[in-house]
C-alpha cells in the first residue's frame, strides 16, 4: 500500500518508501517502560511490513530500549528493511528526557542499539539532539568515526537549524534531518528547503497535527471530503506532496490507526489543494 507514496534514496545508497514508521508509540505511556500489551506492540510492526513499509524509524531513549527491543524480537533480520535509531538522550523517568552528546556516550548508546537489534552495522544512526555542553563537531566526530568502524551506514541529525546542517556537513556527510514539522507547525520550513536542495532526506516528527483545519469547513475538511478520506489522512498527503525529500513516519501503538495511516499513501492532492491548504496553514 505505501509503495504508492514513492521512493526515496538516502544519501544514494538507500532506497526507502516514502512513507514510514516512527516506533515511539509502542512503548508506554510517557514513553516509559514496556506497551500496555507487547503483542499488539509487535502485531504494529508485524502489519506495519505488511502494508509496504520498509523504513523504520526508532531511538534508544524510546522505553528506554523497549522499542529497539521489539523491533528486533519482531523484524530480525530485517530483509528489506531499513532500521533507522537515534542516540543523544538519556532518560530518568515518564516524559523526562535529558540531552547527553558526549562522545562516550554516543559511542556505547551506538553500540549498545547494536547489541539490542541483533544487527551488525545500523543502516541510519541519528544524533537525537545536539547537546549545548558539547562542541557540535566532537559528537559528530564521533558518529563519524562510528562508521569508518562500519557500525553504523548513514549518519543523520534532529531537531537542527539550517546553521547545524552546515556545520555538520562541514564534518560528514549527511543522509536526513528529522525534526518537527507538520500542516500547522512549519517552523522548519528553511530546513526542509534546504534539505530539498542538496537531496537530503527531510523526517518529520508529529506530522499529524493538524489543528483548525481539520475543523469543517477547514481546507483539510474540505479536501478529506472530497478524497473521501480522514482530514489527518490529507495531513499526511500533503506533507508527501510538500517536497519530494519528505518522510513521513507517523506512528502509532494502534493497527487500526496504522493502517489508517497507510492509506493515506495514494492520495494525490492537486496543485490547488496543496496550495490551499498551505497556505491557510501558513
Same mark, same amino acid.
Given at each position: 500500500?505505501?509503495?504508492?507514496?514513492?521512493? *526515496?534514496?538516502?544519501?544514494?545508497?538507500?532506497?526507502?518508501?516514502?512513507?514510514? *514508521?516512527?516506533?515511539?508509540?509502542?512503548?508506554?505511556?510517557?514513553?516509559?517502560?514496556?506497551? @500496555?500489551?507487547?503483542?499488539?506492540?509487535?502485531?504494529?510492526?508485524?502489519?506495519?511490513?505488511?502494508?509496504?513499509?520498509?523504513?523504520?524509524?526508532?531511538?534508544?531513549?524510546?522505553? @528506554?530500549?523497549?522499542?529497539?527491543?521489539?523491533?528486533?524480537?519482531?523484524?530480525?533480520?530485517?530483509?528489506?528493511?531499513?532500521?533507522?535509531?537515534?542516540?543523544?538522550?538519556?532518560?530518568?523517568?515518564?516524559?523526562?528526557?535529558?540531552? +547527553?552528546?558526549?562522545?562516550?556516550?554516543?559511542?556505547?548508546?551506538?553500540?549498545?542499539?547494536?547489541?539490542?537489534? +541483533?544487527?551488525?552495522?545500523?543502516?541510519?544512526?541519528?544524533?537525537?539532539?545536539?547537546?549545548?555542553?558539547?562542541?557540535?563537531?566532537?559528537?559528530?566526530?564521533?558518529? #563519524? /568515526? &562510528?562508521?569508518?568502524?562500519?557500525?553504523?551506514?548513514?549518519?543523520?541529525?534532529?531537531?537542527?537549524?539550517?546553521?547545524? &546542517?552546515? #556545520?555538520?556537513?562541514?564534518?560528514?556527510?549527511?543522509?536526513?534531518?528529522? +525534526?518537527?514539522?507538520?500542516?500547522?507547525?512549519?517552523?522548519?520550513?528553511?530546513?526542509?528547503?534546504?534539505?530539498?536542495?542538496?537531496?537530503?532526506? *527531510?523526517?518529520? $516528527?508529529? @506530522?499529524?497535527?493538524?489543528?483548525?483545519?481539520?475543523? =469543517?469547513?477547514?481546507?483539510?475538511?474540505?479536501?478529506?471530503?472530497?478524497?473521501?478520506?480522514?482530514?489527518?489522512?490529507?495531513?499526511?498527503? $500533503?506533507?508527501?506532496?510538500?517536497?519530494?525529500?519528505?518522510? =513521513?513516519?507517523?506512528? #502509532?501503538?494502534?493497527?487500526?490507526?496504522?493502517?489508517? +495511516?497507510?492509506?493515506?499513501?495514494?492520495?494525490?492532492?492537486?496543485?490547488? /489543494?496543496?496550495?490551499?491548504?498551505?497556505?491557510?496553514?501558513?
Amino acid at each position: 500500500m505505501v509503495e504508492a507514496a514513492g521512493t *526515496f534514496e538516502l544519501a544514494g545508497e538507500l532506497t526507502v518508501n516514502r512513507l514510514g *514508521f516512527g516506533a515511539m508509540r509502542i512503548t508506554g505511556e510517557g514513553v516509559w517502560g514496556e506497551p @500496555p500489551d507487547r503483542e499488539v506492540a509487535k502485531r504494529v510492526l508485524r502489519r506495519a511490513v505488511e502494508l509496504g513499509v520498509d523504513f523504520v524509524d526508532t531511538a534508544d531513549s524510546y522505553g @528506554p530500549e523497549v522499542s529497539e527491543n521489539l523491533i528486533a524480537e519482531e523484524l530480525h533480520p530485517y530483509e528489506g528493511i531499513t532500521i533507522a535509531t537515534k542516540g543523544g538522550f538519556e532518560r530518568s523517568g515518564p516524559g523526562k528526557w535529558h540531552i +547527553n552528546g558526549r562522545p562516550e556516550h554516543l559511542r556505547s548508546a551506538c553500540e549498545a542499539s547494536l547489541r539490542r537489534l +541483533n544487527a551488525e552495522r545500523i543502516d541510519l544512526y541519528q544524533l537525537h539532539r545536539r547537546d549545548p555542553k558539547v562542541p557540535f563537531e566532537e559528537s559528530l566526530g564521533t558518529l #563519524t /568515526e &562510528l562508521r569508518q568502524e562500519g557500525k553504523i551506514r548513514l549518519i543523520g541529525l534532529s531537531e537542527v537549524s539550517v546553521e547545524d &546542517l552546515e #556545520t555538520a556537513l562541514e564534518v560528514t556527510p549527511v543522509a536526513t534531518v528529522q +525534526n518537527r514539522y507538520n500542516v500547522v507547525d512549519r517552523a522548519s520550513e528553511d530546513v526542509l528547503d534546504e534539505c530539498e536542495r542538496r537531496g537530503i532526506g *527531510f523526517m518529520p $516528527w508529529f @506530522p499529524l497535527a493538524t489543528g483548525k483545519l481539520a475543523q =469543517p469547513g477547514g481546507p483539510l475538511d474540505d479536501a478529506a471530503r472530497r478524497h473521501d478520506a480522514a482530514p489527518s489522512q490529507i495531513a499526511l498527503a $500533503w506533507l508527501l506532496a510538500r517536497s519530494p525529500v519528505m518522510l =513521513p513516519i507517523p506512528g #502509532t501503538g494502534s493497527v487500526e490507526h496504522l493502517e489508517e +495511516n497507510c492509506a493515506a499513501a495514494p492520495i494525490e492532492l492537486d496543485a490547488d /489543494e496543496v496550495e490551499r491548504i498551505g497556505g491557510a496553514a501558513g
